[in-house]
């Protein structure tokens, strides 16, 4: 959709997604972590410089994987700007075994609880290709001076707000608050995000489809027969389709998201729900494709209705164009898919 005013992403949200007082506290939580992601984008621009580029030395996070030092840099800035900005009050964090409760006085009483993967794709941070932080915001069950655990376990279809930002040759934020897709880019100069692309349509149907491949041979035998299927010659529909595959979240949805495409993270013969995280991986970017018309599935159901049952919880994700994720349901549901 054609853009007829340049507004910050602060402005447009004020002005039409989120007009109206009550929803203050929700656009000045977003204003928080569009402060960090500024930080981020500069402290990835110039890591190479800094020295900040690598792996944290014998430090694993709560997954069993490595630590990048870029990793703790986000999620230091992100849990600063959230705690500071008080207008949320607790995290679920990728980088943190446990839920972290801001005990000051305006955090306690906010109505927000955020779960964040601060930098996504991070093993590609050394190579210089795109990586990303992507974001949920719930509604706490109830405003008091405790916050548990149990709050962030949401199904995901009652998410309030959530986004993704993507540090790739531009910095973009794309954001959902349930009235459909918009996505702000940041000019470098003035430090601000500006709206760039409004209302959001994921396109029907793509000829790109996007799975780490390497793991053909692990993947149940549905998911092996649908990327056969996407391989071979048939004119009419357009195959083969190509195989698109960054290994960073955030740039293999945001392709999908803009051409067209379908995003695989299988369960595997050594990994039974896949690698991805459900609270601040799949069910934000759920949200995200399925207000730009798209779909998710863990493979049996929406990934928006599954109810958590621990905050590090992983799920299988198919999600993309809504024609690509109706086609891959049909093998899912007519060959195994254990
Ligand atoms: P991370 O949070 O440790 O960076 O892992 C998540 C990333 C996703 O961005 C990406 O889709 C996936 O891991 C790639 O995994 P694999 O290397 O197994 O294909």
């Not at 690598?54 to 992100?78: P, Q």
């Not at 962030?152 to 309030?160: E, H, P, Y």
């Not at 013969?269 to 995200?288: H, T, V, W």
Request: hydrophobic share 35%.
């Amino acid at each position: 959709m054609k853009i007829k005013e340049k507004l910050t992403a602060y402005q447009y949200l004020l002005k039409d997604k989120l007009s109206g007082d009550k929803n203050r506290e929700l656009i000045a939580l977003l204003k928080d972590i569009k402060l960090a992601a500024r930080q981020v984008a500069k402290e990835l621009n110039s890591a190479t410089l800094n020295n900040t580029i690598g792996d944290l030395s014998g430090k694993k996070n709560t997954h069993g994987e490595e630590v990048k030092k870029l990793d703790i840099v986000a999620n230091n800035l992100f849990i600063k700007s959230l705690e500071n900005g008080g207008n949320c009050a607790g995290i679920v964090s990728e980088e943190k075994d446990k839920v972290l409760i801001f005990n000051n006085e305006v955090s306690r009483s906010s109505k927000y609880l955020v779960c964040i993967d601060p930098l996504d794709g991070s093993t590609n941070i050394d190579v210089n290709v795109p990586v990303g932080t992507i974001f949920s915001v719930l509604k706490r069950p109830t405003v008091s001076d405790k916050t548990f655990s149990k709050d962030f376990l949401q199904v995901g279809s009652r998410q309030v707000a959530a986004g993704y930002i993507i540090y790739g040759s531009s910095t973009i934020y794309v954001l959902t608050v349930g009235k459909g897709v918009d996505a702000f880019t940041l000019d470098p100069v003035v430090q601000e995000f500006y709206l760039s692309h409004k209302d959001i349509k994921i396109p029907k149907k793509g000829r790109m489809y996007s799975v780490n491949q390497g793991n053909f041979y692990e993947f149940p035998l549905s998911v092996q027969e649908y990327i056969r299927w996407c391989e071979q010659n048939h004119e009419k529909s357009g195959r083969p389709y190509s195989l698109r595959y960054v290994g960073s979240m955030v740039a293999d949805i945001h392709r999908s998201l803009l051409k067209g495409g379908l995003f695989i993270y299988s369960k595997s013969k050594s990994a039974s729900s896949g690698k991805l995280r459900l609270l601040y991986e799949c069910n934000p970017m759920s949200f995200i494709i399925e207000q730009a018309g798209g779909l998710a599935t863990d493979g049996k159901k929406r990934i928006l209705d599954v109810v958590p049952k621990t905050i590090h919880q992983k799920s299988p994700i198919f999600i993309g164009s809504p024609e690509m994720v109706k086609q891959i349901n049909k093998f899912l549901k007519s060959r195994l898919f254990n």
